[in-house]
Every structure is written in structure tokens, then in C-alpha cells.
């Protein structure tokens, strides 16, 4: 299997091979997550499945975590705007 290169901002939608390659996931947990619905993908043609760039790259940032600090911050704003209420 030839390299893919993911910087080609062209390259829109992956096959479960570019996939595999894009995350190091294996194949079988790939079709494990399209099973369970926890990967979005399209099946056009009713036989090979193709992901877009776009929904891996969110789901991948969807559980995302931020810093302790700016996780405090954010806490130390809203409990100064709730006594500000009070």
C-alpha cells in the first residue's frame, strides 16, 4: 500500500486503508465503531465504506482536554459572576 499524504489539504475522503493509516487504528476497530455508530461514514455504492477527512478530525477532537489552569479559570469566572448575581 502506497503512503498517504494526510497534509494534502485536496485529499477530502479516506477509505478504511488511508483510515488505518491516518490513526493506527486496526481495521477491525474501525468496523467495530461504524458498527455502534460511533464513526460517521458514507456507503454510496452499498459495499466499500469512505470516511470524510472532516468527521475524522472532529471526532477526533471531540473529547478533547483543556489545562487544569484554564479549567479553573473558567470556574473562578462563573462562581464571580453567580456571587455578583446574588
Same mark, same amino acid.
Given at each position: 500500500? %502506497?503512503?498517504? @499524504?494526510? !497534509? #494534502? ?5 479516506? *477509505? =478504511? #486503508?488511508?483510515?488505518?493509516?491516518? *490513526?493506527? $487504528?486496526?481495521?477491525?476497530? =474501525?468496523? &467495530?465503531?461504524? !458498527? #455502534?455508530? *460511533?464513526? /460517521?461514514?458514507? /456507503?454510496? +455504492?452499498? /459495499?466499500? =465504506?469512505?470516511?470524510? &477527512?472532516? $468527521?475524522? #478530525? @472532529?471526532? +477526533?477532537? !471531540?473529547? !478533547?482536554?483543556?489545562?487544569? %489552569?484554564?479549567?479553573?479559570?473558567? %470556574?473562578? /469566572?462563573?462562581?464571580? +459572576?453567580? @456571587? +455578583?448575581?446574588?
Amino acid at each position: 500500500m %502506497a503512503k498517504v @499524504n494526510f !497534509s #494534502d489539504t485536496e485529499r477530502v475522503v479516506l *477509505t =478504511i #486503508d488511508d483510515l488505518v493509516e491516518y *490513526t493506527g $487504528w486496526s481495521k477491525s476497530y =474501525i468496523y &467495530k465503531k461504524t !458498527s #455502534d455508530g *460511533t464513526l /460517521k461514514y458514507s /456507503k454510496p +455504492l452499498g /459495499k466499500t =465504506i469512505f470516511f470524510s &477527512k472532516e $468527521w475524522i #478530525d @472532529n471526532f +477526533l477532537l !471531540s473529547a !478533547s482536554n483543556r489545562p487544569i %489552569a484554564e479549567t479553573e479559570a473558567e %470556574a473562578n /469566572k462563573t462562581v464571580h +459572576l453567580k @456571587n +455578583l448575581q446574588l
